[in-house]
Nanobody, 119 residues
Framework: EVQLVESGGGLVQAGGSLRLSCAAS????????IGWFRQAPGKEREGVSC????????YYADSVNGRFTISSDNAKKTVYLQMNSLKPEDTAVYYC????????????WGQGTQVTVSS
């Protein structure tokens, strides 16, 4: 079983930055892809970004492309989401999740961290 722990959420003004962390308890980090998702009240969960650890390929949703950057530290088994130029519409609970490399189903999820962007 994979355990994921997010941290780094908080309250920030529009235009500000936050960095989220997702620490994974896995034996072989390279076997996974880690994704970030978010869910705002009354809205469906949205995929934000993901990274495949083995080849460092990345994906960004159009809504965050150019503002958010995903990265991984393999030694720490941690994935980061650097969020710049934050907007009030980025307000949501952010979750990280893992899937086996080469598959499409995210099996394990973290508990979520709240990001609130004030206008």
């Amino acid at each position: 079983e994979v355990q994921l722990v997010e941290s780094g959420g908080g309250l920030v003004q529009a235009g500000g930055s936050l960095r989220l962390s997702c620490a994974a308890s896995v034996f072989t980090f390279d076997d996974y892809a880690i994704g970030w998702f978010r869910q705002a009240p009354g809205k469906e969960r949205e995929g934000v970004s993901c990274v495949s650890i083995s080849d460092n390929s990345t994906y960004y949703a159009d809504s965050v492309n150019g503002r958010f950057t995903i990265s991984s530290d393999n030694a720490k088994k941690t994935v980061y989401l650097q969020m710049n130029s934050l907007k009030p519409e980025d307000t949501a609970v952010y979750y990280c999740a893992s899937r086996d490399f080469g598959t499409s189903t995210y099996k394990y999820w973290g508990q979520g961290t709240q990001v609130t962007v004030s206008s």
